[in-house]
Each structure stands twice: as structure tokens, then as C-alpha cells.
């Protein structure tokens, strides 16, 4: 087990560019988190997936954001017509199938770094 | 919305000294969790508490739940080197066990030698 890889891990694009984002999880983990993390902040939660199913997304997340998760292994994340407020850490993370009672503990990624010039 | 506030931001200590962080919510939480995050790192599991009041040990760290599930706080004793780095709590809404976690902003922790 490698634990959850994202690709890439530095991404430089200009403003108005559309960049995309992949994320691994863990072997069987169900569950797959996406995460934006700027200096000094926690992570902030974007979306979260349950096998192939979109259950939750951010409020704050604009129209610009699209996530995906056909096949309910992998993932992609989305950034159209990137703007400079978009450059921060894109973190990934994952969780295995819990039975009733557990609560889930998520694994993350190294993140993608991404700056909008 | 609800949030998750972390104090202090920062602390220094000497090697050997006590460090503890504070971690409140707006609204009562189901569990929280804290993570370390290292410099250039990303955020690692440490421990998860469920329960009112509940108290979990993991060597030289002390992890607390408040009565009111609105609160928790880490306290490591006779911090070491290695201590080094960005402790955060995270917490869940109501009485789910999974979904969305809300992260505190993070108290980052150097240890002078």
C-alpha cells in the first residue's frame, strides 16, 4: 500500500488557464475528501465522494470547480479560467468503509501545489 | 457558518517545556480529530475522540474532548525536537461519522534546542 498519490505536485499555469488535478486514494478506500489549503490555514474542505457519488460540496466552492470520480477509484479536480486566488494546496485525502459505529479517519495525499501567475 | 478556532497560532518553547493547544467550536461536534502537519508535509492522523469528556493518551501527548463537545485541547509534555510542526484540529457537525471535516486554523509549534 503507497497511501494516496496526487498528480501533479507543482503546477504553474496563467491566469484563465484550466488546469486538472488527479488523486489516487488509497487501495478499497470508499471515501475520497478534496481539500484547498492556503499559508497559515487549515485545510478547507471543497467535495467529498462516496464510492462514485458527489455527496457534499462546498458552498465555496464556484462554478468553476468540477470534480469527478467515474469509477469510484480515482479522481480528478477541475479548475476552469483559473484566477490568482486559486493558487494554494490541493490536498486529497481518503477513508476506508467503517462499520456503523466507527468514524471514519482520513489519509491524506501530498497535494498538488498550483500557482496562477 | 460554523467554525473551529485554534489558539494560540504560534508558540515557541525550549526543549523540555510543556506546549498545549486549544481548539473551540461554534456548534457541538459529533468527534474531533488532530492531525500534525510537518514543514512541506501534509496532514498526518494522530488521534480521534468521540465521546463527552473523553481523555486519550499517546505517549507524551494528552488529548481532551470537552463535556460539551465544543471544545478539545492537546497538551504535550516535555516537548522534543521532533514535536516540531503544525498541530490541527478538525471536527464534524451534529452526529455524523463521516463527510466533511472542519479544520481549525492550526498552532504551529517550534522547539528551540
Known amino acids: 500500500d503507497t497511501g494516496v498519490s496526487q498528480n501533479p505536485r507543482h503546477k504553474i499555469t496563467k491566469r484563465g488557464q484550466n488546469v486538472t488535478f488527479r488523486c489516487d486514494p488509497i487501495s478499497e478506500h470508499n471515501r475520497l475528501y478534496w481539500y484547498r489549503q492556503t499559508l497559515g490555514q487549515g485545510p478547507e474542505f471543497l467535495t467529498y465522494?462516496?464510492?462514485?457519488?458527489?455527496?457534499?460540496k462546498s458552498r465555496l466552492l464556484s462554478d468553476r470547480f468540477s470534480a469527478e470520480r467515474p469509477k469510484g477509484s480515482f479522481s480528478t479536480l477541475e479548475i476552469q479560467r483559473t484566477e490568482q486566488g486559486d493558487s494554494a494546496m490541493y490536498l486529497c485525502a481518503s477513508s476506508p468503509r467503517l462499520s456503523t459505529l466507527e468514524v471514519d479517519t482520513q489519509y491524506f495525499g501530498p497535494g498538488t501545489r498550483l500557482t496562477v501567475l | 457558518g460554523q467554525q473551529v478556532m485554534q489558539i494560540p497560532q504560534y508558540q515557541h518553547v525550549q526543549e523540555g517545556e510543556d506546549f498545549t493547544t486549544y481548539c473551540n467550536s461554534s456548534?457541538?461536534?459529533?468527534?474531533i480529530q488532530w492531525y500534525k502537519q510537518r514543514p512541506g508535509g501534509h496532514p498526518v492522523f494522530l488521534i480521534q475522540?468521540?465521546?463527552?469528556?473523553e481523555v486519550k493518551k499517546q505517549k507524551r501527548l494528552t488529548f481532551q474532548f470537552g463535556e460539551a463537545k465544543k471544545n478539545s485541547s492537546l497538551h504535550i509534555t516535555a516537548t522534543q525536537t521532533t514535536d516540531v510542526g503544525t498541530y490541527f484540529c478538525a471536527g464534524r457537525r451534529g452526529s455524523s461519522n463521516t463527510g466533511k471535516l472542519i479544520f481549525g486554523q492550526g498552532t504551529t509549534l517550534q522547539v528551540k534546542p
Open positions: 465522494f462516496q464510492n462514485e457519488a458527489q455527496l457534499e
Open positions: 475522540l468521540v465521546k463527552s469528556g
Open positions: 456548534t457541538t461536534l459529533s468527534n
